[in-house]
């Protein structure tokens, strides 16, 4: 056996350990975290307010309300173009928050989910 080999053990037994309990940790953590994104209620808004948007944490919606004055049948371009807005400014503070409570358990580490 070649001099200063310890096989697996001299890899670090003990801090193996240490790093696999910590992944498990992490893994805990994120998937809490996920639970928690899911759960989420964002409001956007758009055209001053007069529609507004509910979409979640798993980006599905679950409210819209429409004021009356932008619901005009000569222009639905307009109304489709407020309803995008806002549920656009309610999904970017969605991954704003997600990417937040992610960089907090992983310290801002990139992982591939």
């Not at 964002?42 to 309300?65: A, M, Q």
């Amino acid at each position: 056996m070649a001099k200063g080999y310890r096989g697996m053990g001299g890899f670090g037994g003990g801090n193996m350990n240490n790093l696999m309990a910590q992944a498990q940790k992490m893994q805990r953590q994120l998937e809490v975290a996920k639970e928690e994104i899911n759960e989420l209620r964002i409001t956007g808004t758009s055209g001053g307010d007069k529609v507004k948007v509910v979409v979640g944490g798993d980006h599905k919606i679950y409210d819209l309300v429409i004021d009356k004055e932008v619901i005009d049948p000569e222009d639905p371009e307009m109304l489709a173009d407020l309803i995008t807005a806002a549920v656009n400014q309610a999904n970017d503070e969605v991954g704003m928050i997600s990417a937040e409570k992610m960089n907090n358990i992983t310290g801002g580490v990139s992982l591939p989910f």
